[in-house]
């Protein structure tokens, strides 16, 4: 059985060292574990995302080092969802753990999603908790997972990422899936298949910086709302409903009021907050609409994910048969 671990890295030159040592002692740890049970060998794959610090350096070295270990290197910054995506493809393991290279994502659950994926579970989500971060944040997170998984179709949780093992087939269902925009804790939860979920403690980053902004993340979400489905236009499409009616049984008051008493100097406040509310509103669905006009625009044009500048091993349909198991 050969496990493959993905691991998108981005200037991660502070920690990449630390982590590979801790990983691949906690992977041969879990291997000698196994060795009675069954042959559990692993390869793991990096993939450096246009790095300009010294990250590619040490992966190249860490993969002459050890045949087990492989890179890719993007041209350039992709962003991890194309990070993700250029690892599953390039990983070649009846199994795929998806990592971070900061230490928040533990090594040592691997071991137990392991135990959990020989028990029968093609995904095993690893859910950290909210310990530890700011409360704002975490209350955030909640209201926003709360407001996401009444328009989305697939169930998003609170605190689960991108931290997971996958089966082979999982892997190839989320392969299937060529989409441009990705937002891949959707198509994570879109592939299904038995799905199990246990928590982790969340840990600090310990060095370098998270490059999450206030900004990528309203992003995110807004990634998270409108890349999944077009309920959001169904949505603008029953406020609209709902605005046309008020309307309506406003005038029919303000006619009554007059046949009853009269004429009155309208309010001009009421008019000037009407208009203004109702042009707030239509910039907001025109601008609904411009996303998912964008996102067809995009779709459309078929650019590559990413492109690849160098890279230590071959995609593995391409790869010599037997190869597929380097140790
Ligand atoms: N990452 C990447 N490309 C990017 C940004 C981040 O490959 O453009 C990687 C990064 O090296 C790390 C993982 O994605 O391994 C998570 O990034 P980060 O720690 O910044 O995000 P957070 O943990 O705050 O969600
Ligand atoms: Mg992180």
């Given at each position: 059985m050969l496990i493959s671990i993905v691991v998108p890295c981005f200037n991660e030159e502070e920690i990449i060292g630390r982590f590979h040592a801790h990983l691949t002692g906690e992977l041969e740890s879990?291997?000698?574990e196994y060795a009675a049970e069954c042959a559990v060998e692993f390869e793991l794959v990096y993939v450096d995302d246009g790095s300009e610090d010294r990250t590619l350096p040490f992966l190249e070295k860490a993969a002459a080092a050890d045949p087990r270990t492989h890179y890719v290197s993007f041209s350039r910054n992709f962003g991890k969802e194309a990070a993700m995506l250029a690892g599953l493809q390039y990983a070649g393991g009846d199994a795929v753990v998806v990592m971070d290279a900061d230490l928040q994502h533990p090594?040592?659950?691997i071991r137990r999603m392991l135990r959990l994926h020989r028990e029968g579970y093609d995904q095993v989500v690893a859910r950290r908790t909210r310990t530890g971060e700011r409360v704002t944040r975490a209350l955030a997170a909640r209201a926003y997972y709360r407001l996401v998984n009444r328009f989305v179709d697939v169930e998003l949780a609170d605190g689960v990422g991108d931290f997971r093992l996958l089966s082979r087939r999982a892997v190839d269902a989320v392969l299937?899936?060529?989409?441009?925009?990705?937002?891949?804790?959707?198509l994570f939860a879109w592939v299904g298949f038995r799905t199990t979920t246990f928590d982790y403690e969340n840990a600090r980053r310990e060095t370098g910086r998270s490059s999450w902004t206030f900004r990528r993340l309203l992003d995110y979400?807004?990634?998270g709302l409108i890349s999944f489905n077009d309920k959001p236009l169904r949505a603008a499409l029953h406020l609209g409903l709902l605005l046309?009616?008020?309307?309506g049984a406003y005038a029919a008051w303000i006619v009554g009021a007059a046949l009853v008493n009269g004429v009155e100097t309208p309010g001009y406040v009421t008019l000037l907050v009407s208009v203004t509310a109702l042009a707030g509103v239509q910039m907001v669905m025109l601008g609904l609409v411009g996303e998912y006009v964008g996102r067809i625009y995009y779709e459309v044009k078929r650019r590559p994910h990413f492109l690849v500048k160098a890279a230590s091993t071959p995609v593995p349909h391409q790869r010599p048969r037997g190869e597929l198991v380097r140790t």
């Open positions: 879990v291997a000698a090594p040592e659950l299937e899936l060529t989409e441009y925009n990705r937002f891949s804790k959707g979400g807004l990634d046309v009616s008020a309307a």
